[in-house]
């Protein structure tokens, strides 16, 4: 058995424990290191913000779960059983380049879907609910409504049968991506040299708290997950917020009082200016 077999068996036995254990070490690990090496005074208490974070990140996994549970890995399964898709109908392609391909594709994919939920008025809607977020760390990283969730979830498994994505490539996409938005997230200080050579490859915290930023043309910039590459690429990459990292805003103009679960499930149908 080749080692993207094994790798593939390895991961799809062990894929819930797998998932849970790097998440939820992660979101440990992120939110203690910030408060060892904080980057930026917070402008609220934590209590102000995680709980209804923590809330939609619940009400989103139930609600996922019943919608549309298993559906990626789901994809790139129905995807090589029935031999549909790019990188299906590529053979013979070597495994471990066909996984490489598969990972980078779903990162500009991803990217791309990021971008739209910026640019299209209802998309930005639901968004705006993690953009509304006036501190951003680890735990901002789980803010998403639950409508935004599962339809990113109806698009990435799209994604993932056009490209005939190997299962494998899958699952370590989305631990990996799950892992990304902790770091990127996190209020993290790096040292300015790691923070550089960092940036040349993946996105590091310094890169996504620009996107956060209260100033509508730092919002929509830097909307890269995992690689830093796809902003450089499509002219969207913005190194620094004009107002430096501990003086910038974070969040929204319009939704800076209410945090609680309610609030973030009703914000996407209240109006207001972006
Ligand atoms: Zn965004």
């Known amino acids: 058995m080749g080692f993207t077999e094994q790798m593939t068996d390895f991961l799809v036995q062990h894929q819930t424990l797998l998932r849970f254990g790097a998440f939820a070490g992660l979101l440990v690990m992120f939110s203690l290191l910030e408060a060892l090496f904080e980057r930026k005074a917070r402008s609220a208490k934590r209590l102000q913000r995680w709980p209804g974070a923590f809330g939609l990140f619940v009400v989103g996994g139930v609600v996922s779960r019943l919608l549309v549970a298993g559906i990626t890995v789901g994809a790139a399964g129905w995807a090589s059983a029935h031999h549909v898709g790019l990188l299906n109908w590529a053979q013979p392609l070597a495994p471990l380049f066909a996984w490489m391909i598969a990972i980078v594709a779903l990162d500009l994919a991803i ?3 990021h971008l739209a939920m910026h640019a299209v008025p209802v998309l930005w809607r639901l968004h705006r609910v993690h953009h509304s977020d006036i501190d951003i760390d680890a735990m901002t990283a789980i803010r998403f409504h639950p409508i935004e969730i599962v339809l990113s979830l109806l698009y990435k498994a799209a994604i993932i049968a056009a490209l005939g994505a190997p299962v494998g490539a899958v699952i370590l996409y ?8 902790l770091f990127n997230h ?7 040299w790691l923070d550089r050579l960092l940036r040349a490859f993946i996105v590091t915290p310094d890169f996504h708290r620009v996107h956060h930023s209260v100033e509508m043309a730092e919002t929509n910039s830097n909307y890269g997950n995992l690689l830093s590459f796809w902003d450089r690429l499509f002219g969207q990459y913005r190194a620094e917020p004009k107002a430096g990292h501990a003086r910038m805003t974070i969040g929204l103009e ?5 945090h609680d679960l309610l609030a973030l ?8 200016l972006r």
């Open 174 to 181: 989305e631990i990996t991506l799950n892992a990304m938005a």
């Open 254 to 258: 319009a939704f800076r009082d209410r």
């Open 186 to 192: 996190a209020n993290l200080r790096l040292p300015p």
């Open 265 to 272: 499930m009703i914000q996407p149908f209240k109006n207001a």
């Open 111 to 113: 990217w791309a879907q």
